[in-house]
């Protein structure tokens, strides 16, 4: 299965004949959760917290665990042993399932549907990491915003989806999502870091933005090296004023930003601050999944 595997409720297919019923809620509503993260070494990185996340969002969504977080973690290697790439990219979904009706009540879908998509990982070119990407702002509300489920990490990325084809038309490859009062929330797949005066500013989990895994290692790396950062809100006006800007995830890692809605920032190239942390956030993250690898292989 060298093209990827695909497991089903556990059960391994290729990617082209991976297939999963109509009547499904992920496929009807959009009604499911996921995580997407990569390997470094092979090793799945940061498995634990990705998986900590999904039970959270299937929470929030009321969408009930198929497995424990181990019975899950193992489902995960195993699909990783079945493919052996050099490095992967690893996607879990769980949907609520199927109905008996296509009503929307949920009491009728007992059984969610759990996918583990294993790839191989298509990381940026050079180019995007050594020129930066150009972004816009768009401005917006979530999916979940104002319901129970704000911040968790909901199927339906329509939002996401028009306001990349929105930077797209502009020109752009990548659109930051502000609400209507103006305040920065977070990428299309990613959360935002913004230098002023040298201190990185990036909006608190509290506004709503998912709560990235990337974001959360880049404050820690950055604490360990003595860059000031704070978590506050971030007024879209305030991007024309930001020495540097990159955004972050857990496949695209740091991203710089060098133009936002046609405005260069800084000199409009990668700034140093972006270049010490994207350095060392490399190191920490093969050093992490180093120690993590060495875990899983005394269990
Ligand atoms: C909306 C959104 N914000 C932020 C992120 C970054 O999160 P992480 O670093 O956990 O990948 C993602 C990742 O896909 C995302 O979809």
Redesign the pocket.
Known sequence: MSAGVVLINGEAHSPETASVSVFDRGFLYGDSVFE?LRTYGGEPFELSAHLARLENSAALAKISMPLTLADFEAEVRRGLALTRFDESYVRILLTRGRGRELGLSMSEAQSPLRVVLILPLRAPSATTYERGIAAIIYRTQRVGDGTLASGA?LGNYLL?VLALDAARAAGAEEALLADHQGSVL??T???VFCLFDGTLVTPPVSVG??A????KEVIQVARQIGQPIVERPLLAEELGFAQEVFV???IRELVPVVRVDGREIGDGLPGPCYRRLREVFGRHAHELAAVSAARAATK
Request: proline share 0%; charged share 20%.
């Open positions: 997407a990490k996401s977070e990428g797949t990613s959360n933005i998912l990235g895994i990337t974001r972050s995830s857990s």
